[in-house]
């Protein structure tokens, strides 16, 4: 769905296909939620928000509900406009911290909202390609005070989810191990906040 621009009824019905294959595979582990890559080359757009729309509506004429799906901030989004559209269809979100630092980045209160209404977050540092994950021990000094304050944030229940899923989005076991200490490092600086 995030690579195809002008966005047509039939690639969203295709793309949904795809998707539905690859759940029917995995039924056997019973996922909760599942990410979704908003049109990449719409943010903001209405044609990206219609395009969203159709492709939930076909999620649920599946049986599915519309709240599995959290829809994933990429580098550059409107998350206002990403934040609008998951309320207006039902859809969760989940926050992308690296992708906020890549790009045109986010305004700070922007993220902070964002972040407070996402189930799910993953964290990684902003590799050196815009679709790169690098270990959190590549953020600057201002990325992990930035990290630190929005886990101080979450951590005072005052936004819609009580609670978050930190998942490190990482794909060699050396990077997470890495990233380990400097995540553990912005959990307690976050207590101090």
Known sequence: ????????PR??????????????????????SFVLHP?????????????L?????????????PEQILLENQ???NLSFLLATADR????LCFDFAHCHMGRPAAEADICD????????????PGPALDGHAPLTALSISQKKALSGLLSKSGQRTYTHSSHVLMLELF??????????VLEECISASVLY
């Open 39 to 51: 049109p990449r080359d719409l943010p903001g757009s209405r044609e990206a928000a219609d395009a």
């Open 114 to 125: 964002y972040a407070a209404q996402s189930e799910l977050w993953h964290l990684n540092a």
């Open 172 to 181: 060699e076991w050396s990077k997470i191990e890495q990233s380990m200490p």
């Open 11 to 32: 690639d969203i019905s295709e793309s949904f296909n795809i998707c539905l294959k690859l759940l029917k595979k995995c039924d056997f582990l019973e996922i909760m």
């Open 89 to 92: 269809l039902g859809s969760g």
């Open 1 to 8: 769905l995030c690579a195809l621009s002008p966005l047509t």
């Open 75 to 77: 580098p550059g989004d």
């Open 53 to 65: 729309e159709q492709f939930i509506e076909l999620w649920v004429k599946s049986g599915l509900k």
